[in-house]
């Protein structure tokens, strides 16, 4: 809509661009200090055991520093500590006494060099003495397994872990959960066997739908299976911690958040945050896996603590590939729908297994409810989740944190409805959709704000014209060996995590914008960027606020010592979030700059406007309507100084209280072999819903970067365990764990993207945020094509070649 | 875990010899706990998944006798020539054409400028590329050990997976391939999870065809992935031979193969799928043979 902008939206060279290409860029690993030891890591060869005893004899004999469970504080955390406390269950301690997952940290060994911290690491002697373990959540969550926990705490309660459940959420609305007699509603947060009512009726809540369904003449019940799958971001976690000599200490680390890892580790060390300066590096990639705290950061700092002197630890590939996953998930999902397509309710259930520690499985679980309610207008829902602890490396946020799960399990379920009820796949969907001044779940049932931009069906118009939709073959029909289909799914994410009223999640942000003596500008800013542009967004948005030419505004290099808080560049909150923290601040300053120009203008502030001054590239300051007097940024900015009138320049927090969907709508054209079960996306249309675009170029990479791990998730990805062993069978290592490569996508040409013309009223200068959504939807479209292709539903991913052949066979001969 | 993508966990004593006798002296000297390193590309993963042992390392890429490409007569290639000069050879790429594209086939250009052919042969990992492209040009392996040699064909050289009959001192020399007679036409397949990729499957086809008639005067075929070691297809060979090229030929080809499959592995997991996705390879080495 706004298209009159100077800076934003403009293709501009990233500012971060240079120092990367050339190799100066400063990662965590790259930061090298006068005196620096050198950390390695011991990690479990066993998948659940009580650690008997570490013997450091021999690896301190060759001169090493250890770091045994015995040496860290007592302290029970949660390295995300981006939920409110009350709602953050805490497992684990800087080292555990227990090992619950194959490459668990148990010890840590600093030397000279990585090699003698290798060698002496070697040489400690472990006693295990190992337990039943788990690498499915339906046997560890089976009553008589061993318990992988004994009690955690949620809050500050301690309670007892029963059937290795780690968390569950139940949510309803509508007539669920009404007496099935009566009508009267019970409360179902905490999950009943029996229910007895008032009415003098007793039943099993779990397993009744009570009137929900009562409406339907439709009524699909399918089942879904979404494997674990590994981040694979470019950096492996890396830590540098120099204790300082004043006490506390300096630490250079991967982390989507430089303020969380320092509160925690202020918590964890006792140690006053003035003492802590987190300093913020480049971040190499994150997909989500340094939301939280990452497990060798603290381990790093006992470390370096301990040895009081600086200590570097770098992770490597197989390190990280036990460190962190994706979640899994089987759903059942139930809908009824009435038979001109209205839906009238749903009912999904879905077990999470979590891995060896409970990262965020509850806000997960309460997200994965919202993902839910806000695809579809459901009047009668109901979602129950159940997180369960196994033997596995923990899973965390992997971008979308549980919406491409939720997504699939929905999308899928809607072509089976459209076709059971003979409709056109798009006009359900826009029959059914959550659009326009809707109620939106952004974070689970407690962040909600209503929509007030939305591209659904612009999207789904355009999209359809540009797969030549309505020419797509019916399902199955095709023959010879290489069968081709279209699908189609949509999906969202959330901008942020901000509602009206704040809700289980924390969120605001910060920045300090001030105006150099020359006119240029500095932005301090807490925010990471995972490589998305979040930093380029913020640099234009300031740009475009006070006039002041791009090339002009630099990020000022920052740490937790020189900013304000910001929780997280997470849940896609960067820009719309992040970058609207950094556009309040430049309000103030733009307020600030008219201040002290009418001050030698001698107009009032209200009488003056700040324009961008096409041919000389400066921002000016104007007399409004007619332009009798100016002066530019910069003039203004040096006069300040010579009557030393002060720095022009503002600092601030700012929390939005919306959490706007941005969307995003895909169509995929596919070939399915028959033979070889090999499934190739040939073309792909994507279209996206952020708003106002501030860095095109960017958001078509995140687009199509999201189109390629989408390819892997449905047809390749999988960090499969060996239940014998409790290791992952790639082993850590990338030539067994299968990506989608450039080769795999579809050809450049035949890869369309493109953006909704919306504006978001909320967000700076209209945008909202996408990164997340690019992936949500692919792999349900992905799918849904390939049953058009070949007339199988598949309900399980990755789909394998193997599964495919099988499949096909089956259905040539009349199986299926 | 005690591994790490940096940091070998074993110590070992390395040793770069520059010459043939001097890699012969100390490969007797200090059998059997000596190891051959090559490219790296199949002994480093191992070292990192502990799945390779060994006392002392010898690398032998610094040897010039063991690098060379010979079309005098035949072909003969020295064990440690690096495969991405394999691919630019012109005279492989005319004459040995299905061994050019299962070298092509091998890794990313990366993987190929560090690995050897002998390496990958010496690995003898079911699915090596190289391997079914050798056996249809009957290669011949020359090993060399201090103060002998012996001649010995590929299919009795590679007797399961990872398993070969070279001795400890034993070192391989060189490949050698007789020299190609008439319009022998050659090619090579393979089937992976993803373009860059070991192979799920990998066969190499070759076929005298009488261009006037179209008929297959002799065919040679030969199949990887499908068992414990790469071999010819007999059967599949003998089928081909004296047949017009057509359609229907193609669809007997794909059935032997999948007859081959039944028999090398029957009752394994992986059956059920290659049977079917062999005959996919069977077109697509038709294709590329009259393209
Ligand atoms: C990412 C990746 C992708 C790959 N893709 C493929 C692929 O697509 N197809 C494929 O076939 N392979 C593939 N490989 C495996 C590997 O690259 C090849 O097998 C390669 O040819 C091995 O050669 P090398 O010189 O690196 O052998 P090395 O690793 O050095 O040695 C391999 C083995 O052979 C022995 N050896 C080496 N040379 C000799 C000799 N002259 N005499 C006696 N013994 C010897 C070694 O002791 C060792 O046991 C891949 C590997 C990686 C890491």
Redesign the interface.
């Known amino acids: 809509m706004d298209n009159h902008f100077d800076v934003i939206g403009s293709v501009l060279p990233k500012k971060d661009g240079i120092a990367k290409v050339t190799g100066k860029e400063i990662y965590a690993s790259d930061v090298e200090l006068p005196d620096m030891m050198h950390a390695?890591v011991l990690?479990?060869?066993v998948a659940h055991a009580e650690i008997k005893s570490i013997d450091t004899s021999e690896a301190e004999a060759m001169g090493a520093i250890c770091l045994v469970p015995d040496d860290v504080p007592q302290v029970y955390y949660n390295e995300r500590i981006v939920s409110i406390p009350e709602k953050t269950y805490r497992d684990r301690l800087v080292l555990p006494r227990k090992v619950r997952h194959?490459?668990e940290a148990i010890a840590a060994v600093a030397a000279e060099t990585?090699?003698e911290a290798?060698a002496a690491m070697?040489k400690i002697k472990v006693e295990y003495k190992e337990l039943p373990f788990y690498t499915d959540p339906l046997e560890a969550n089976k009553p008589g397994a061993a318990p992988i926990y004994e009690s955690v705490f949620l809050g500050e309660n301690k309670f007892d872990v029963v059937n290795n459940v780690a968390c569950e959420r139940n949510i309803t609305v509508g007539i669920f959960n009404c007496c099935p007699t009566c009508g009267t509603r019970f409360d179902y947060s905490c999950r009943l066997d029996e229910y007895h009512c008032g009415c003098g009726i007793v039943y099993t809540p779990a397993e009744d739908d009570g009137k929900a369904f009562d409406n339907a003449e439709v009524i699909l019940e399918k089942e879904y299976d979404l494997s674990r799958v590994y981040h694979a971001q470019m950096e492996t976690k890396s830590a540098v911690c120099r204790p300082e000599p004043e006490g506390g200490f300096t630490l250079w680390t991967t982390t989507q958040s430089i303020h969380n890892v320092r509160i925690l580790l202020g918590e964890i060390f006792s140690i006053p945050l003035n003492k802590i300066n987190v300093k913020r590096v480049a971040l190499g990639g994150g997909f989500g896996s340094s939301i939280q705290m990452n497990s060798i950061t603290p381990i790093c700092t006992a470390l370096a603590l301990k040895a009081r002197r600086p200590v570097k630890l770098v992770s490597?590939?197989?390190?990280d590939m036990?460190d962190h996953h994706k979640y899994p998930a089987k759903f059942k999902f139930k809908i009824g729908a009435t038979k001109d397509g209205k839906i009238v309710a749903g009912h999904l259930t879905v077990i999470v297994g979590i891995g060896g520690h409970n990262v965020q499985a509850y806000p997960l679980l309460g997200c994965m409810a919202g993902w839910y309610a806000s695809l579809y207008k459901f009047p009668n829902l109901k979602f129950e989740g159940t997180a369960v602890y196994t033997n596995q490396a923990p899973c965390c946020a992997m971008q979308g944190y549980g919406n491409p799960q939720v997504n699939f399990a929905v999308e899928s379920t809607i072509d089976m409805l459209a076709e059971e009820l003979g409709m056109d796949p798009i006009e359900l969907r826009l029959k059914n959709y959550v659009g326009l001044g809707d109620e939106f779940w952004g974070q689970g049932p407690t962040v909600k704000s209503t929509i007030k931009s939305c591209g659904v069906e612009e999207m789904l118009e355009r999209g359809s014209k540009m797969i030549d939709w309505y020419e797509r073959p019916q399902p199955g029909s095709g023959d010879g060996?290489v069968l081709r289909g279209v699908g189609l799914a949509r999906g969202f994410h959330t901008s942020g995590t901000g509602g009206p009223k704040p809700g289980e999640v924390i969120d605001y942000s910060s920045a300090s914008v001030k105006i150099n003596e020359d006119g240029s500008v500095d932005i301090m800013t807490p925010i990471m960027d995972h490589g998305g542009g979040t930093w380029d967004a913020a640099v234009k948005i300031v740009s475009e606020l006070l006039k002041v030419p791009y090339e002009m505004v630099s990020l000022s290099p920052t740490d937790t010592r020189t900013t304000g808080y910001d929780v997280n560049t997470h849940a896609t909150r960067g820009v719309y979030c992040g970058c609207g923290a950094a556009y309040h601040v430049a309000l103030k300053v733009k307020q600030e700059l008219l201040t002290v120009a009418g001050q030698f203008l001698e107009e009032h502030p209200h009488d003056l406007d700040l324009i961008m001054d096409k041919e000389s590239g400066q921002g000016v300051i104007v007399t409004k309507g007619l332009d009798c007097k100016r002066m530019t940024v910069g003039e203004v900015a040096a006069k300040a100084r010579v009557l030393s009138m002060g720095t022009i320049a503002a600092t601030g927090s700012y929390r939005q209280k919306n959490c706007p969907p941005c969307f995003v709508t895909n169509f995929v054209e596919v070939e399915v072999?028959?033979?070889?079960?090999q499934i190739r996306v040939v073309k792909s249309v994507t279209l996206g819903d952020c708003g106002t675009t501030i860095n095109p170029d960017m958001l078509e990479g995140q687009l199509v970067g999201g189109l390629n791990r989408g390819i892997g998730y449905s047809t390749?990805e999988e960090a499969s365990y060996d239940p014998k062993t409790g290791k992952l069978n790639c082993?850590?290592?990338y030539?067994s764990y299968?990506?989608?490569?450039a080769?795999?996508m579809p050809p450049l040409n035949k890869i369309e993207t493109g953006f909704a013309s919306t504006y978001e009223p909320t967000g700076p200068f209209g945008a909202k945020g996408l990164g997340e959504a690019a992936v949500n939807s692919i792999a349900s479209a992905i799918a849904n094509a390939v049953y058009n292709a070949t007339g199988v539903r598949f309900t399980k991913l990755p789909i394998t070649?193997?599964e495919v052949?099988?499949a096909l066979?089956a259905k040539d001969e009349g199986r299926i | 875990?005690?591994?790490?993508?940096?940091?070998l966990?074993h110590n070992f004593v390395y040793h770069e010899p520059k010459t043939l006798d001097e890699a012969l002296t100390l490969l007797d000297k200090h059998k059997p706990g000596i190891k051959i390193l090559a490219g790296g590309t199949d002994v480093l993963?191992k070292m990192?998944?502990n799945h390779f042992e060994c006392e002392r390392l010898m690398y032998i890429k610094n040897i010039k006798e063991l690098s060379f490409i010979d079309n005098s007569n035949g072909l003969k290639i020295g064990a440690a020539t690096l495969l991405s000069d394999l691919e630019k050879s012109p005279e492989i790429k005319q004459n040995y054409h299905a061994l050019h594209e299962a070298i092509k086939a091998i890794g990313a250009i990366a993987i190929r400028n560090m690995a050897t052919i002998g390496g990958n042969i010496c690995n003898a990992a079911p699915p090596a590329d190289t391997v079914p492209a050798l056996l249809i040009f009957d290669a011949q392996l020359k090993l060399v050990k201090l103060g002998g040699e012996r001649t010995v064909p590929l299919n009795q050289f590679i007797t399961g997976a990872e398993q070969t009959i070279i001795e400890h001192g034993e070192l391989l020399h060189s490949i050698e391939m007789p020299e190609l007679t008439g319009g022998l036409l050659s090619t090579f397949v393979k089937?992976g999870?993803?373009?860059?990729?070991t192979a799920?499957i990998n066969m190499a086809v070759a076929a005298d065809i009488d261009g006037s008639s179209n008929t297959i005067k002799t065919a040679r075929v030969a199949l990887g992935a499908v068992g414990t070691k790469a071999y010819r297809c007999p059967d599949s060979e003998a089928l081909l031979a004296g047949k017009k090229v057509d359609e229907s030929v193609i669809l007997a080809f794909a059935d032997s193969l999948t007859s081959v499959c039944d028999y090398a592995i029957p009752g394994r997991y992986?059956l059920?799928?290659k049977r079917?996705?062999v005959?996919?390879l069977a077109?697509d080495a038709f294709k590329q043979l009259l393209s």
């Open positions: 390695v990690r479990s060869t194959y490459g990585e090699e290798f070697q490597s590939r197989e390190e036990y060996n072999d028959k033979r070889t079960g390749l082993e850590g290592f030539d299968k990506m989608t490569t080769v795999e070649p193997a052949v099988a066979k | 875990m005690h591994t790490n993508t940096r940091i966990a993963p990192k998944r089937l999870r993803v373009s860059v990729d799920r992986s059920p799928y079917e996705a005959r996919k077109e």
